[in-house]
T-cell receptor
Framework: AQTVTQSQPEMSVQEAETVTLSCTYDTSESNYYLFWYKQPPSRQMILVIRQEAYKQQNATENRFSVNFQKAAKSFSLKISDSQLGDTAMYFCAFTFYIQGGSEKLVFGKGTKLTVNP | NAGVTQTPKFQVLKTGQSMTLQCAQDMNHNSMYWYRQDPGMGLRLIYYSASEGTTDKGEVPNGYNVSRLNKREFSLRLESAAPSQTSVYFC?????????????FGNGTRLTVT
């Protein structure tokens, strides 16, 4: 079974500090992609960062970076210089091919991050 | 470029009523999806459509039906709504040619069944 586990239901961080959100996953697929999505109070789902499983180099997008440990099936998200606008639910997810040629995205249950002033 | 458009944004139904959630995308995507989001449960896949003319069940399909009307539109129907279907529903789409392409989401429909 393909599963994603986010062990931290809620986290908080002070503005300008760094926070790391954890994510582990389980899959028998050899090739897949990993994503972090952000959902602010507006409810909109926004892609934060993505990582190809075959790449060893960790992805980085401005203040957001990941620590991808393929052998451990771990995919954590680090947010540097946290801003009030980072307050949101964060979902870890991965995608793989399914029968018929489509992708299937499996989500974790989310981590609610609050950035305090 | 509107992306993925869902209607309605909010809906209240009584138990046993039926309704259809509409979804349309203008990005020429092949694959479309319906998810539901419940507190503490993340997003769970209800149905998906790999391409026009095909639909398949996800992990929580019971109580729902879907129609891929054309390449742009993918609707979700509740034939007899139940309180357990109170949720936020998201439609999403993606290109099929490369599976590193991220999902593009609509803004969601908050459905309450009383």
């Amino acid at each position: 079974a393909q599963t994603v586990t986010q062990s931290q239901p809620e986290m908080s961080v002070q503005e300008a500090e760094t926070v790391t959100l954890s994510c582990t996953y389980d899959t028998s697929e050899s090739n897949y992609y990993l994503f972090w999505y952000k959902q602010p109070p507006s409810r909109q789902m926004i892609l934060v960062i993505r990582q190809e499983a075959y790449k060893q180099q960790n992805a980085t997008e401005n203040r957001f970076s990941v620590n991808f440990q393929k052998a451990a099936k771990s995919f954590s998200l680090k947010i540097s210089d946290s801003q009030l606008g980072d307050t949101a639910m964060y979902f870890c997810a991965f995608t793989f091919y399914i029968q018929g040629g489509s992708e299937k995205l499996v989500f974790g249950k989310g981590t609610k991050l609050t950035v305090n002033p | 470029n509107a992306g993925v458009t869902q209607t309605p944004k909010f809906q209240v139904l009584k138990t046993g009523q039926s309704m259809t959630l509409q979804c349309a995308q203008d990005m020429n995507h092949n694959s479309m999806y319906w998810y539901r989001q419940d507190p503490g449960m993340g997003l769970r896949l209800i149905y998906y459509s790999a391409s026009e003319g095909t639909t398949d069940k996800g992990e929580v399909p019971n109580g729902y039906n879907v129609s891929r009307l054309n390449k742009r539109e993918f609707s979700l129907r509740l034939e007899s709504a139940a309180p357990s279907q109170t949720s936020v529903y998201f439609c999403a789409s993606t290109r099929r040619s490369s599976y590193n392409s991220p999902l593009h989401f609509g803004n969601g429909t908050r459905l309450t069944v009383t």
